[in-house]
């Protein structure tokens, strides 16, 4: 799997760096997450997500 994942916001991407972070992006991550309603579920509270979309439990 060629996808990374942001080491901040967990969000999966095919990009070397985040665009909303300006982070490096990791591909040693787990766990896949989608999103769909931020506000109405516990795990994107926690991980502090506020956008829908594909994002990665946990992230190094
Ligand atoms: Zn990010």
Redesign the pocket.
């Known amino acids: 799997m060629v996808t990374k994942a942001?080491?901040?916001?967990?969000?999966l991407m095919e990009e070397d760096r985040?665009?909303?972070?300006?982070?490096t992006?990791s591909k040693n991550w787990s766990g896949f997450l989608i999103i769909v309603d931020p506000d109405n579920s516990p795990i994107a509270q926690e991980l502090q997500i506020t956008l829908p979309g594909e994002y990665a439990l946990r992230v190094r």
């Open positions: 942001c080491t901040r916001c967990h969000r985040c665009a909303v972070c300006n982070l992006t």
